[in-house]
Each structure stands twice: as structure tokens, then as C-alpha cells.
């Protein structure tokens, strides 16, 4: 890609991606339906399944598991992505897109920079949920801050896969279904809501590469969530939590970045 | 004068359905051509190639000399579409949408912005400017559709079925804004379905038909193949009929027509129809032939369509109510 066209689909990204937001201003509904998922989330799993499950040290659950709802958060989140864009497609608007002289690749820089501001929003109100259920930050200002910086990271990066699902999907209703497969996993086998070790053998070991599992471990880290004198579990991309969670942020985006834009094109041109 | 459209040999499949097979055409700087065909003649196919929407699977075509296959966005530079689908966001206002398309078009904000205004103005927006577009009627969706087209001054337009599905006033109006358009020296092609549509705003008319072009023309030149003007008569006794097939038969240059109910003739009459149409008023008072109506109609585009195409003529509707419906086959084949 050249320096010109780099330019212009992020100059014709931010011009896609303030519609993107004018529109969740004017349909708030969508928000609203997408950020309760996340809030029963900590009350089901504070106040119901958090008394049976065991977290080494003395740290309390609702910590343990605040830092683990952020990353599960934001991967649920990239599905608005998914929607946003599937639904687009079957719009009016994206013929005009596409008999415009504007970069190709613009309605999806547009549609994943727009849910950023969808990911803060989300961000600001799981934040103050935790805080509701005695969540705390207990390190400094600093580290909390890149903490949600390496969330919205990591967010951004799923956006894309939910980008190239939302584009392969044949309607904005099956776009549940598919992202469902790729989330649920690497939710739920992770470190999110239970400890590494409370898993076993090869399981454990996913675990303790899944990035959703080091992007938890970092935020608990920077957040000061974990209880002293508790062993990190011992692989690399525990040890390094936030080094490996970007790299596999820059992964992804490379991956699916390109993916996307070919589907793009694909499905406008046939 | 420079051909500002052209496509040659343009040919488009889908699965065993040939959209286009083989379409050539020309616009000449500051005309109109009209594309009429039927529902799945392969128009909005047509306009979807010329338009970089989709890939034909042969020939070429360029806008403002600008090849469309090889250079897709510099031809989407030099042309303004606006679909037979409205292409605006619903979520935002008319405003919003066509600064958005401004901006995406390189204008500059101020400039999108001040262009918005200027189009919202022409347009008849202005006081619709600040509600989501989701709230406007059809016909200010199409208008506003149109303005969108219009926001670069784009040299070339192309409007797929700009008043299919619109209500006779909102019609009138689009039709308004077109002519004004052309007036102000726009290249214009436009698809319709609208016989009387193509009669009124385009100085040529291609017909098409299952992918190919069928019959080129002047309105008049196409009025010209289906013969000249002809005399129609409705009996008030179809047991005149024989009489007045007599009378009718001295003056016709062809065999005189007769309607399913036996009640109604036609007949097309040579050099001087309204001489014909005096003898034949005259004939009839000596035969004592009794009639509700006589006149003398000049052919209808919708009579060559009906040739050219060979649907039988009792088919058809009465001129401009064909085509309410949407090009749904078509629309179904290149989606």
C-alpha cells in the first residue's frame, strides 16, 4: 500500500467512522442492549458462581475476576463490529460508498476506529460496575491507564476478525452464531473467570498461551489485582503478558486487516 | 462532440443467465441517452459495469475517456450514480449525509459543507435538512439520493431508474431536476422502465432487451419503425362493424385492426391523416355507422417498445403506468 492511499483510507476511515458514531448517537438502543451482557456477567459470576470457585492468595474473587470481565468485554464487544458491518452491507448507503472515488479499504478502517469509541463507552461502564462490586485499582495512575490502552488494543485487533466475519456472514442475524465459535473459547478457556490451575494437562496449556488469558494477566498486574507471594504460572507469554498480547494484537490485525479488505472487495464486485 | 459514455461489446453472466450480451453504446457530450427495456432486460446490469460496481466478463467501457476497468477510480471521479435503491444513510440527516459524501469525494469540509447547503437549497431540503433521512418521503429520498450524485459537479450522470416506484407529483418533480440538469449541460444516461419517461428527457433511446440493444432512435425515428399516425374508432354497435371496417379500409395503408370486443378498430393511415380522417368521418355519416369515439393518435413509444419486444399489444397498459413495479428479476440476478 502506498503512502497515498495509506493516507486516504484514514482520512476516508475517520470521515466512515464519524457517521459510525453519529449513528450510535442517534440509535443508543444497540449500546445499551450489548453493554447489559457484560454487567450480568460480574453479578453472575460475583454474587452466584464466585463463592465456589477457589483463587490462590488472599486476593478477593470480585478482583480476580474484574480485570477477566475487561477482556471478555471487549471480545463480546467486537461483535458490534461484525454486526455494524454486516448490516452496512445490506444497506443502501454502501452503494453510494462504493460509486465514490474513496479508498476501498475506508468503511473498514471506518467501522473498527468507530468501535473504539464503542470499547471506551464499554470500557467506562464495566469499570464502574467493578468498582460498584468492590473492585479496586491498587497501582499507580500510569499503569492503570496502560492497562485500558492494551484493552482497547487488544479490542481493536478482535474487531478485525469480527470485521472479515461480519463480511463472509450472508445475513447481519447469522453474525451471533459465527462469532460465537471464535469467542466462546477463548472466553471461557481462559483464566478470565478461574485460575490457570484449575485446569488440567493440555487444557492448561492453552490457557496459559490463550492471548485473552495474558491480556487478563496483564490488566491484573497493572491494575494490582493479584495477591502477593502467588506464582505466575510459568510459560512465557505469562511471564511477559503484555509484550505477548501485542504481539498477537499485531498478528491478528495483519492477518485480517488484508483478509477483510479482499472480502470487501469481493463481495462489492461481483 | 466527445463521447462522454461508451461501452462496447459489454458482456455480464450470472450462473447460465446472460445479463448483457454484448451491449454497445455512446453518449455525445451533453445529451441523454435513455436505456428502456423491460424488468431483467439487463439495464441496471449495465449501469452497474459502467459504474465500476461490478466486473463484466467482456468488453469495455470508459467515462469522460477514463477506462473504467483500468482505472475504476478515476472513473468513479468523473460520474455521479444514483441508484433505483436510494443510497443515503436513514440514521443521518439529509445534511449529514451529503457532507459525508462531500468529504468522501475530496472536497474539503468547508467546501462539502457549503456544497451540502447549496444542493439542500436546489434541491427543495432545506427545511427536511436537519431530520435522519429515515423520516423522508420516497421522493426526497431519491432527490436527496440525486444530490449525492451531484455533489462533485460530476461531468457525467448516470441514473438507474430515477422515478421507479415515485407518485405522479414526485415524479414531475424528479423530472423537473433533470431537465435542469441537462439544461446546465450534464451527460446523462438513464435507465427507465417508463415509455413516457424516455420520450420526455432523452434525445436518444436505446431499447434493450435480454442483454442486447434491440433498436436505437429519436423518439420520433423510434415512433417512425411502428408506422405513421393511425385513426381509431370505437363502434357504439359492434354490428356497424363491417361498414366501418369499409370505410376505414379506403383510406388505411395497412389492414385495418379489430379489437377482441369487435367495437374497437385501428387503422394507420399514410401522408395526410387529417384529410383521411375527414373521408373517414364522412364515410361513416353515409353508412350510418354510429360511433362513441374517433381520433387520430400519433404511436406511443410504448407501441415500439411493444413491436420491438414482441409482447402482444393487448398486453399493455395504459402509457406511464407500466412499470410500477421494481426490476426485482434483475434485481435478484446482480445482487
Known amino acids: 500500500m502506498s503512502t497515498q492511499s495509506l493516507a486516504s483510507a484514514l482520512s476516508d476511515g475517520w470521515v466512515v467512522a464519524q457517521r459510525n458514531v453519529i449513528k450510535i448517537k442517534r440509535v443508543p438502543d444497540i449500546l445499551v442492549f450489548v453493554l447489559i451482557s457484560p454487567i450480568m456477567f460480574v453479578l453472575l459470576f460475583a454474587y452466584v458462581f464466585g463463592g465456589a470457585i477457589d483463587v490462590p492468595g488472599n486476593v478477593d474473587y470480585k478482583e480476580f475476576l474484574v480485570p477477566g470481565i475487561f477482556a471478555q468485554t471487549v471480545v463480546f464487544g467486537a461483535t458490534f463490529t461484525g454486526y455494524g458491518l454486516a448490516d452496512d452491507m445490506q444497506k443502501g448507503i454502501i452503494d453510494r460508498f462504493r460509486s465514490l472515488p474513496m479508498s476501498r479499504s475506508a468503511v473498514l478502517v471506518g467501522r473498527t476506529t468507530s468501535d473504539v469509541v464503542y470499547n471506551v463507552i464499554s470500557l467506562v461502564i464495566m469499570a464502574l460496575t467493578g468498582l460498584l462490586v468492590g473492585w479496586r485499582i491498587r497501582e499507580g495512575i500510569a499503569d492503570a491507564l496502560l492497562g485500558f490502552v492494551l484493552l482497547l488494543v487488544f479490542a481493536y485487533a478482535i474487531s478485525w476478525i469480527m470485521a472479515y466475519v461480519g463480511l463472509i456472514v450472508p445475513s447481519v442475524e447469522v453474525v451471533n452464531n459465527a462469532s460465537f465459535v471464535v469467542i466462546m473459547p477463548l472466553t471461557f478457556v481462559s483464566n478470565a473467570f478461574v485460575p490457570t490451575e484449575s485446569f488440567s494437562g493440555p487444557l492448561q496449556t492453552f490457557v496459559e498461551w490463550n492471548p485473552v488469558s495474558t491480556v487478563t494477566q496483564a490488566c491484573r498486574e497493572l491494575f494490582g489485582n493479584t495477591a502477593a507471594g502467588v506464582p505466575v504460572p510459568d510459560s512465557w507469554a505469562m511471564q511477559n503478558p503484555v509484550v505477548y498480547s501485542l504481539l498477537w494484537a499485531a498478528a491478528i490485525v495483519a492477518v485480517f486487516a488484508p483478509l477483510s479488505v479482499r472480502q470487501y472487495r469481493l463481495s462489492t464486485s461481483k | ?335
Not at chain 2, 259 to 288: I, K
Not at chain 2, 322 to 333: F, H, N, R, V, W
Open chain 2, 1 to 335: 462532440m466527445t463521447d462522454m459514455i461508451r461501452a462496447s461489446g459489454l458482456v455480464k453472466r450470472y450462473k447460465d443467465v446472460e445479463a448483457l450480451a454484448g451491449l454497445d453504446l455512446t453518449v455525445p457530450e451533453g445529451t441523454v441517452l435513455a436505456l428502456l427495456g423491460p424488468n431483467g432486460a439487463g439495464k441496471t446490469t449495465a449501469v452497474k459495469c459502467l459504474t465500476t460496481l461490478i466486473k463484466p466478463d467482456a468488453g469495455s467501457a470508459e467515462i469522460a475517456g477514463v477506462d473504467v476497468l483500468t482505472n475504476p477510480a478515476g472513473a468513479r471521479a468523473r460520474m455521479g450514480l444514483s441508484g433505483q435503491y436510494a443510497a443515503v444513510d436513514e440514521h443521518l440527516t439529509g445534511y449529514e449525509n451529503l457532507v459525508m459524501v462531500g468529504r468522501l469525494y475530496h472536497l474539503g469540509k468547508a467546501q462539502a459543507q457549503a456544497r451540502a447547503r447549496e444542493l439542500l437549497e436546489r434541491f427543495d431540503l432545506t427545511e427536511a435538512a436537519d431530520r435522519p433521512s429515515k423520516t423522508y418521503s420516497g421522493g426526497m429520498r431519491r432527490r436527496l439520493d440525486l444530490a449525492g450524485a451531484l455533489v462533485a459537479e460530476p461531468p457525467v450522470l448516470i441514473l438507474d431508474e430515477p422515478t421507479t416506484g415515485l407518485d405522479v407529483r414526485s415524479r414531475q418533480q424528479m423530472w423537473d431536476v433533470i431537465r435542469e440538469l441537462v439544461a446546465s449541460g450534464s451527460t446523462l444516461l438513464l435507465t427507465t422502465q417508463y415509455l413516457e419517461e424516455a420520450d420526455r428527457l432523452a434525445d436518444d433511446i436505446l431499447v434493450i432487451d435480454h442483454g442486447r440493444a434491440i433498436a436505437q432512435g429519436t423518439a420520433d425515428e423510434l415512433k417512425a419503425r411502428t408506422g405513421g399516425e393511425r385513426i381509431e374508432v370505437v363502434l357504439a354497435d359492434a354490428e356497424d362493424r363491417e361498414a366501418a371496417v369499409r370505410v376505414l379500409t379506403e383510406v388505411a395503408v395497412d389492414s385495418v385492426r379489430v379489437g377482441d370486443n369487435g367495437r374497437e378498430l385501428t387503422a394507420a393511415v399514410g401522408g395526410s391523416p387529417t384529410g383521411d380522417l375527414l373521408r373517414v368521418l364522412q364515410g361513416f355519416e353515409r353508412e350510418t355507422v354510429t360511433v362513441l369515439d374517433v381520433g387520430l393518435r400519433r404511436p406511443t413509444l410504448d407501441d415500439v417498445f411493444l413491436a420491438l419486444t414482441g409482447h402482444a399489444a393487448e398486453d399493455r397498459e395504459v402509457n406511464g403506468s407500466k412499470g410500477a413495479t421494481t426490476d426485482e428479476t434483475e434485481k435478484e440476478l446482480s445482487r
